[in-house]
């Protein structure tokens, strides 16, 4: 198979990160108004629930078929046969989970209309090819039916959700985007893969396999998805878990810009050059994401910490004020994960250190578990995200500590220190900013417009060497500027 372009799949998965940036910007603020912070809450902790049995469901299978997708794609024999047998693993796990999922939705009165709505999370995960696109970077597969997806899902929500008992409606909405775009996602697949023996396949190998990317992706999900079980369960409080909810999709747009564009293309890229032992140039790739993602993730890191509390009620609407200290709380996630990802993204899973990694998100876990017993029943959703920035950091020390020369805390340290210092003069600035007796929307103009320019004249002051760089790109690409460098 031809060797795909770098810049073009970045490209892409970058545009497809802004549009689910874009998408909730435009339906957040609608239906946080138009539900309320508890119907957000109660949507929050049943699609936690319903994350449980996605996982199982899907095992590790995207980050282990990426991978093994990536060492074969040159060999359609092999990559055929595969996919096919990942792929019917995937089937196999699907159906045990959707059987365990009919079972608890019965007996689970409260919440059962909108557990049986989100029963397309899991049937998606059986449709979920993504991996086998990744493997072979063909992103453009992945991209445009889910682009247009999620388009019209916004448009399904402004006509279809009117009032607090059209949740179930919003639920569905949402899981059967999920769905729908996995389908679609197989009409590419004939271009890639052949008829095989189906009598030849073997998913007992692959089955161990998965187990090994699972066991980190669960012990993930303890600080994903376990705070808001333990935020309703604890609180019995479905506000609470709004409050946190709508916090946490500020932090996940913010990821997909900071890291997951990025790591995604770069996860397949590097398998394949570990597979060729192409070692100093990972080193050269893993170090220039690390200037990105601390570029990226500083700037944003201190911005949210100084629009929040202009931001959170103009955005939002009324009654989500606890949301303003929340993002504050957990702000400093975005670089903290940001590093830990691009880690574990770009050197853990490609060099087949899976197991490895595992531990340390496993102590993470433990950490954020242990604490949020101990903060909830006191801080309520507050103690929930002190606990994350805590377990997050755990694991991204452990993370740099055991990455065998590929990244260390001197390195990380010389291309971060500069990019703190213009955060925190960013960060003054707009809080000065906040303080103008301006309208909302004007203020919130201003905050971002002039907290980016002050962020990017400190880093050209200290001499960042990846403003630079990233400046001499652009101008590369302005007409009459060609040539042009500072």
């Known amino acids: 198979m031809a060797q795909v372009s770098l810049k073009k799949n970045i490209a892409l998965s970058t545009f497809y990160q802004v549009l689910k940036i874009v998408m909730p910007f435009i339906t957040a603020p609608y239906i946080s108004r138009v539900l309320g912070p508890s119907n ?23 980050t282990y078929g990426t991978r093994e997708i990536a060492r074969v794609r040159n060999d359609k024999a092999k990559l055929s046969r595969l996919f096919f047998e990942i792929e019917l693993l995937s089937v196999l796990t699907t159906t045990a989970c959707l059987v365990a999922w009919g079972i608890f939705a019965v007996l689970n009165t409260t919440y059962r209309g909108y557990y049986f709505a989100l029963t397309f999370n899991l049937l998606a995960v059986m449709f979920d090819v993504s991996w086998f696109y990744a493997g072979i970077e063909q992103f453009q597969y992945t991209v445009g039916w889910n682009s247009l997806l999620r388009i019209l899902s916004v448009i399904a929500m402004f006509m279809f959700v009117k009032s607090p008992d059209d949740l179930w409606m919003y639920i569905f909405i949402v899981a059967f985007q999920n769905f729908a775009g996995n389908v679609g996602m197989w009409m590419g697949l004939r271009k890639f893969i052949h008829k095989v023996d189906f009598r030849q396949l073997h998913i007992g190998h692959h089955f ?21 079980t333990l935020i309703g369960v604890i609180t019995r409080s479905t506000a609470e878990n709004g409050y946190y909810e709508q916090a946490n999709k500020i932090l996940d747009m913010t990821k997909a810009v900071t890291f997951v564009a990025l790591n995604s293309v770069m996860r397949s890229r590097i398998s394949y050059m570990f597979a060729n032992e192409q070692y100093e140039e990972i080193k050269e790739r893993i170090k220039l994401s690390t200037n990105y993602v601390t570029f990226m993730g500083f700037g944003i890191c201190f911005g949210l910490m100084g629009i929040a509390d202009t931001f959170v009620p103009w955005f939002f609407g009324s009654g989500y004020e606890r949301t303003i200290t929340l993002l504050k709380i957990m702000s400093p996630v975005v670089v903290i994960i940001g590093l830990s990802n691009c880690l574990g993204s770009q050197y853990y899973t490609p060099s087949g250190r899976r197991k490895e990694s595992a531990k340390y998100i496993i102590m993470g876990s433990v950490i954020n578990f242990c604490l949020n017993m101990l903060m909830i029943p006191y801080l309520k959703s507050y103690g929930a995200a002190i606990a994350t920035v805590i377990a997050e950091l755990a694991i991204t020390i452990a993370y740099i500590a055991h990455s065998q020369g590929y990244m260390n805390f001197k390195t990380v340290a010389a291309i971060a220190w500069r990019k703190l210092v213009a955060g925190i003069v960013m960060l003054a600035v707009v809080l000065l900013v906040a303080k103008l007796p301006v309208i909302t929307i004007l203020k919130i103009i201003l905050e971002v417009g002039l907290g980016f320019s002050v962020y990017c004249m400190m880093l050209f002051v200290l001499g960042d060497a990846f403003i630079r760089v990233a400046t001499n790109f652009v101008l590369r690409h302005i007409p009459g500027l060609k040539g042009f460098q500072i």
Do not use: M, R
């Open 40 to 62: 957000v809450g109660i949507y929050s902790y049943t699609y936690s629930i319903n994350t449980y049995f996605t996982l199982f469901a899907a095992l590790g299978t995207v």
């Open 208 to 228: 161990h396999e998965t187990l090994v990317y699972f066991i980190p992706t669960i012990a993930t999900s303890i600080y994903n998805v376990l705070d808001k």
